[in-house]
């Protein structure tokens, strides 16, 4: 299984980015999926992570900004960012918890960092 992001870039303030998370591979379910971002010198946060029961969880500093969603069929969730604020400035990283069938195991995946920047 493979999880590859897309989407990113430079914005200004109060622009929107969508940036969205496919897992590819065969034989697997996923279980939640979801954004973690890491700033300079800070350490990794979550930003928004989707489950399969439509449960969601947002950072607090995002709410009301940041709306993440799936696409199943695609085993994709967007996560659409919209009042960009400079402290939004991160790179930001897919992951997902996903059920392996062949394995019978679940298994937390990264995919590679995308970078957003957020300044006039």
């Known amino acids: 299984v493979q999880l590859q992001a897309y989407g990113g870039g430079s914005v200004q303030p109060g622009g929107s980015l969508r940036l969205s998370c496919v897992a590819s591979g065969s034989a697997f379910s996923v279980i939640n999926m979801g954004w973690y971002r890491q700033a300079p010198g800070k350490e990794r946060e979550m930003v928004a992570v989707?489950?399969?029961?439509?449960?969601?969880s947002y950072l607090e500093s995002v709410k009301g900004r940041f709306t993440i969603s799936r696409d199943d069929a695609k085993n994709t969730r967007y996560l659409q960012m919209n009042s960009l604020e400079p402290e939004d400035t991160a790179v930001y990283y897919c992951n997902a918890d996903i059920y392996l069938f062949d394995a019978f195991k679940r298994q937390i995946y990264w995919g590679r960092g995308t970078q957003v920047t957020v300044s006039s």
């Open positions: 989707l489950t399969n029961r439509e449960r969601t």
